[in-house]
């Protein structure tokens, strides 16, 4: 079982996270911002993940140390859990449409990493939820989880559907991606390494 818990404590947040790869999509998360876990939500579900997210922030201040670290605590977990990467598919790009708008995620589980965040036109908020933190989540993500990932939204006008589309894309590229593939020997790479 590719699973890992991560517990991270700091002056703004108290983490306790449970990842588990080759999950069912169950979910238990309670960031106490309700978007935010809208989103968790749609991301374990559509790919087929198991999480467990308890997050104390400091959310009497705003949502963004609370969701930067839950997306910092998840990368952290995802790349202990993918341990050596030996037999994965390792990259993986799918397109999510919802009504008007569309996403496009395009990853690789490559040990480098690195985000591309291309959206425009996201209102500033959704309900109390500050937008711009959908990139902080991704920044915290891939800096920790080791993964190259580029997040394309070329239209939409509907800010909740740019982003859930931006969530679901996100999940089913990495389901594909870490999954076992038998025709992989070793590590999918010419370097031997990842």
């Given at each position: 079982?590719?699973q890992?818990?991560?517990?991270?404590?700091?002056?703004?947040?108290k983490i306790?996270?449970?990842?588990?790869?080759?999950?069912?999509?169950?979910?238990?998360?309670?960031?106490?911002?309700?978007f935010?876990?809208?989103?968790?939500?749609?991301?374990?579900?559509?790919?087929l993940?198991?999480?467990?997210?308890?997050?104390?922030?400091?959310?009497e201040?705003?949502?963004?140390?609370?969701?930067?670290?839950?997306?910092?605590?998840?990368?952290?977990?995802?790349?202990?859990a993918?341990?050596?990467?030996?037999?994965?598919?390792?990259?993986?790009?799918f397109?999510?449409?919802?009504?008007?708008?569309?996403?496009?995620?395009?990853l690789d589980?490559?040990?480098r990493s690195?985000?591309?965040y291309?959206?425009?036109?996201?209102k500033?908020?959704v309900?109390?939820?500050d937008t711009?933190?959908?990139?902080?989540?991704f920044?915290?993500?891939?800096?920790?989880?080791?993964?190259?990932?580029h997040?394309?939204?070329?239209?939409?006008r509907?800010t909740?559907?740019?982003i859930?589309?931006?969530?679901?894309?996100?999940?089913?590229?990495?389901?594909?991606?870490?999954?076992?593939?038998?025709?992989v020997?070793?590590?999918?790479s010419t370097?031997g390494l990842?």
């Amino acid at each position: 079982m590719r699973q890992h818990s991560i517990k991270r404590n700091t002056a703004e947040t108290k983490i306790n996270l449970d990842f588990s790869i080759d999950g069912t999509g169950e979910v238990n998360v309670n960031t106490k911002i309700g978007f935010l876990d809208h989103m968790l939500t749609l991301f374990t579900s559509h790919g087929l993940f198991d999480l467990t997210v308890e997050c104390d922030g400091d959310i009497e201040v705003d949502y963004h140390h609370s969701t930067e670290d839950v997306g910092i605590a998840l990368g952290q977990a995802f790349k202990e859990a993918i341990g050596n990467k030996e037999g994965i598919t390792r990259y993986a790009s799918f397109t999510v449409p919802m009504d008007e708008t569309i996403a496009t995620v395009d990853l690789d589980i490559s040990g480098r990493s690195f985000l591309v965040y291309n959206v425009e036109g996201l209102k500033d908020k959704v309900g109390s939820f500050d937008t711009e933190l959908v990139e902080e989540f991704f920044v915290g993500f891939t800096n920790h989880a080791g993964v190259t990932l580029h997040i394309n939204v070329p239209y939409g006008r509907n800010t909740h559907h740019m982003i859930e589309a931006i969530f679901k894309a996100f999940a089913r590229a990495l389901d594909q991606a870490s999954m076992k593939n038998s025709r992989v020997k070793g590590v999918p790479s010419t370097k031997g390494l990842l």
